[in-house]
């Protein structure tokens, strides 16, 4: 199983910036169809962005278009969401995950882990 770990969160004012890391360990990394998703308080758990194999496609919810850039660098086997123009209603915790199949309800591989918490005050 490939292992994921999340890292870059923290507390920033609105319309600050933050880019969140997904490390993950194996060999399989640039086969892997990834995301990022976020849970808030009370929230169910949802999908945020999604990028294919290569880089392309991306996908992103509305909330985030404009704002949010999903990325990833398959020689350092990492997956980022670089986050601009936060707003508090982006406050969650992020998790990144492997995506078995794509879209706007997309179903993952890995159990969820313990994400990174970005809080974001007015």
């Known amino acids: 199983q490939v292992q994921l770990v999340e890292s870059g969160g923290g507390l920033v004012q609105a319309g600050g910036s933050l880019r969140l890391s997904c490390a993950a360990s194996?060999?399989?990394?640039?086969?892997?169809?990834m995301g990022w998703f976020r849970q808030a308080p009370g929230k169910e758990r949802e999908i945020v962005a999604q990028?294919?194999?290569?880089?392309?496609?991306?996908y992103y919810i509305e909330a985030v278009k404009g704002r949010f850039s999903i990325s990833r660098d398959n020689a350092k086997n990492t997956v980022y969401l670089q986050m601009n123009n936060l707003r508090p209603e982006d406050t969650a915790v992020y998790y990144c995950?492997?995506?078995?199949?794509?879209?706007?309800?997309?179903?993952?591989?890995?159990?969820w882990g313990q994400g990174t918490q970005v809080t974001v005050s007015s």
């Open positions: 995950n492997i995506i078995l199949v794509p879209g706007p309800a997309p179903s993952v591989v890995n159990p």
């Open positions: 194996g060999r399989t990394f640039r086969s892997l169809v």
């Open positions: 990028i294919g194999r290569k880089g392309d496609p991306t």
